[in-house]
């Protein structure tokens, strides 16, 4: 994660603008979630593509929002490993029983 985190910040670096806000980055953000949800929609819902509409992929929209959310967490000085080390805790802690296991579904 660093090195994606690294990355992006040098290609954002070689701009005079650098990151947008904070707010511009999460409405950039919701506008990124919105073209993955249609984009699933379009794959797995009920909902088929215009004969108009350009094919994306739904790799493509995880990406654009994987950016956008590295983007954000860089202008706020987050180091998303920590993040993610913080959460991983925090469902192998708190949430541990909250799901049955595969191994345990197996000696029942």
């Not at 994660?1 to 954002?12: C, F, P």
């Not at 806000?21 to 009920?46: F, K, Q």
């Not at 509409?53 to 959310?69: H, I, M, N, Q, R």
């Given at each position: ?8 910040d ?34 797995y ?24 959310l ?18 991983m ?15 345990q579904?197996?000696?029942?």
């Amino acid at each position: 994660m660093k090195e994606l985190q690294e990355e992006v910040d040098a290609y954002i670096s070689q701009f005079k603008e650098g990151y947008f806000s904070p707010l511009a980055m999460l409405a950039r953000m919701t506008e990124e979630l919105g073209e993955l949800a249609r984009e699933i929609n379009h794959y797995y819902g009920e909902k088929p593509k215009k004969s108009t509409e350009s094919e994306k992929a739904v790799d493509e929209e995880l990406g654009d929002l994987l950016f956008v959310l590295i983007c954000l967490a860089n202008s706020l000085n987050i180091d998303l490993e920590k993040a993610h080390d913080y959460v991983m805790n925090k469902f192998n802690t708190r949430d541990k029983d909250r799901w049955t296991r595969i191994d345990q579904e197996n000696m029942e």
